[in-house]
């Protein structure tokens, strides 16, 4: 009996070294430790031996048993030592590898340049508000003293929704003049962002589809002194102090007198150069003092309160700003443009 324990010892330690992972390791316990495992069959045959040997033997038995729980729990813990460092050098992250980059976004040309003279009119003390793009041809027209008949009424530069010419895409933000005075109490400072559309054929300075900024001031002797020291202080905010501008006559149905701002070219200093077509000027935006039949017509008593409005193009103010020579860019979205600003 005492070989055959020894023989069993031999095997079982033998077998161990082959193992090479946790199944078979396990099956080993069985075949060996287990309740129905080898060294328990023969410990089942102790009553066959002598009163004398059977202490010895198994006190023997008890030893093979440690040794072998011993030397698996050892072999155990090796195996999982070989098996987390084949994972560890099998899922190594190489942290040096360059990372991928994520795309900032950041703000369009144009915004870039609404969110600047928003920010100059706001500090003056001018709120911003947002008004319809579909919109009456009465607030568009009729209210702006352009009646029946008035040439930029023409299905020809006008999106109409209606035969009878009644609901239209706007052609101007100067609708929002009569809707702030029709819902703000006076005095009126406000300026009013937004798209606007005219039938227009799409190329370098044109599209169907552009962005204004429509202002409105109506208070107390309220004069034209007003409306360009205002707009002054703006372009000089705009394009720098000392920027020179003039003031020519012009025709606007809502206002009177009527008025365009030019900027002397930034290229040329006013000498006459390709930016400026060799004018010196670069015209900039359209305004007036508001019409007393446009105040009127909002119940605004004249005798007491006048006001100037003024209506600039996003578009070429931006372009300007940037020296962009097209205006397509500005809406084609190619990333490559929309990078550089
Ligand atoms: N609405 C005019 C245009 O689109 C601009 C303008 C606005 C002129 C306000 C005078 C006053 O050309």
């Not at 813990?77 to 084949?86: G, R």
Request: with cysteine; charged share 25%.
């Amino acid at each position: 009996m005492k070989s055959q324990l020894e023989q069993i010892k031999q095997t079982a330690i033998n077998m161990l070294q082959e193992i090479q992972d946790a199944t078979e390791l396990d099956a080993w316990r069985v075949k060996y430790l287990g309740k129905k495992g080898e060294l328990t069959a023969l410990l089942k045959q102790m009553g066959k031996l002598s009163a004398d040997e059977r202490p010895v033997m198994g006190q023997l038995a008890n030893e093979v048993r440690e040794t072998l729980t011993n030397s698996m729990e050892e072999w155990k813990k090796s195996i999982e030592e070989s098996m987390l460092n084949a994972r560890l050098t099998h899922e190594t992250v190489d942290v040096t590898i360059p990372g991928k980059k994520t795309a900032i976004g950041h703000q369009h040309p144009m915004y870039i340049v609404l969110d600047e003279i928003k920010g100059i009119f706001v500090g003056m003390g001018f709120e911003s508000l947002d008004g319809p793009e579909i919109e009456l041809a009465e607030y568009n027209f009729d209210r702006l003293n352009a009646e029946e008949g008035h040439p930029s009424r023409d299905w020809s530069d006008t999106f109409y929704f209606d035969q009878d010419s009644r609901v239209m895409l706007r052609s101007q933000t100067s609708p929002m003049q009569i809707r702030a005075m029709e819902t703000r109490t006076l005095p009126i400072r406000i300026i009013s962002p937004g798209r606007v559309y005219r039938k227009d054929e799409v190329d370098a300075t044109h599209s169907p589809m552009f962005h204004q900024v429509e202002g409105l001031v109506v208070d107390k002797g309220i004069t034209m002194a007003d409306l360009k020291g205002t707009l002054n202080t703006v372009v000089e905010k705009l394009y720098g102090e000392g920027t020179k501008t003039r003031f020519r006559p012009h025709h606007f149905p809502f206002t009177e007198p009527s008025c365009e701002m030019d900027v002397q070219c930034h290229k040329c200093s006013g000498v006459g150069c390709p930016t400026c077509k060799y004018e010196g000027w670069i015209e900039l935006l359209g305004a007036g003092m508001v019409h007393p039949k446009v105040l009127e017509g909002c119940g605004i008593d004249t005798n007491v309160y006048s006001g100037w409005a003024f209506g600039i193009g996003l578009e070429r103010t931006a372009m300007r700003r940037f020296k962009i020579a097209d205006l397509r860019l500005i809406f084609e979205n190619d990333i490559r443009f929309l990078e550089q600003f």
